[in-house]
């Protein structure tokens, strides 16, 4: 399902790495027949100023899998997330959430998803709880205290609860933002590097939440240069 | 604690959140008055601003009281719109820097509104202290009583004008370098009429003309702004964030 059609010279080419990896989570109860696929986007060309980054870009995403974005350094993984989301227009092709076009209604395809991009949208001068309860107002979502304060203590984060953002470790804001994705409602995760600045302890739960995200019919999308705990559905070289 | 264990549902109702959520204004106006709120000194910048500029103009000019009298409303106005300008680039750097513009354009609610609620704070934290602050300062300059109220009025409706045209400029010169000075070049001309009513309106007064016509044109202009501001402004951010 993922992979390049005839890349021509002017494009770095796609390489397929694998389909439903052997011995993943979904391979065996998932056909590409079974069920339609969730996410879906066909012959996506994108480019950063005159550069072209990837073309002829096909992908298909069913309830349960995940999309690992591989790539070197300024090969399009953000962009492609970007471009996802409906951030950044694609020069070409069509992009498909539950069989509508991403286009045509983009109110109920951003309350299906969560996007956790690469600056950590977080306000250095509000605490912890609040950047957590800003976000989610900023999301629509009903503020939950005590949601909050649970997902602070999943993340590890209960004794930093009021503490200015500023005064957070790198992993610490990453945890912090990843918290938001306990309390947003959300079908659809892409996730921009999550995996970076984390501790071994923080991998294995953000795993963890992936995994369950997953097992509730979830999708992710996720770009990350780390070794990812559990494996891929599918994969994805740019 | 077992609720959160798996993670938040994939989805919720969205008639249950529309009744406990509050309106898109309100959440960024609240925002950015928390965020103004500890960082206090950035409020007061614009404030200081306005007062230390003002205050040089009799020092400078020495005691001469008809042609303070003369000057006042105009520096008065020009040195609100100098204030307004100052705060300007902060409008929306931080929020394009950390992402936070991003999640707001990603939002279910309208990036339209959300902005709104910015440019609402923007005014309360830099135009509204400078309202408040002018009758005393348009004393330096010997205004008497209702060539006060009228700088008041006209600074009321004029500062909010300046807070809508001046966040269309900010948005156009996000993310540009030097973008400082490009504000500044963008937005002052667009200025000129605010100020050419506005101190107009100090000097009608003054002169015994009657002031209606020329609150009425500021009035409009306000009217025009809060009508096409929000619109361009949002515009311009989403082509500063492709």
Redesign the interface.
Known sequence: MVGAVHPPPTARPLREINGPAPGGPNDATLHPMASPALLHATDLACSRGERLLFEGLDLALQAGEWLHVKGANGSGKTTLLRTLVGLSPADKGRIEWCGHDIRDNPESYRRDFAYLGHPAALKDDLTAVENLRVALEIDEVAVDEIALDAALQRMNLDDRRDLRARQLSAGQRRRLLLARLLVRPARLWVLDEPFAPLDAASVETLGGLLQAHLDRGGIGVITSHQSVPLPPSREIAL | ?S??????????A?P??AA???G?VM?ALR?DL??AA??RSEVLTALSFFVVVTSLFPLGIGPEPELLRRIGPGALWVAALLATLLGLPRLFA?DH????L????????SFAL?IAGKMAAHWLVCGLPLVLMSPLLGLQFGLDGESLGVLFVSLLIGTPLLSLIGAIGAALTLGVRGGGALLALIVLPLYIPALVFGSGAVEAQAAGVGVRAHLSILGAMLVLALCFATWATTAALRIA??
């Open positions: 604690m609720a959160i264990a798996e993670g938040a549902a994939l989805t919720t969205v249950a959140r406990r959520t509050r898109s959440v925002r928390l965020l500890r960082h931080s820097a950390d992402g936070t991003e999640q707001m354009s990603l939002s279910p609610r959300q964030m492709e």
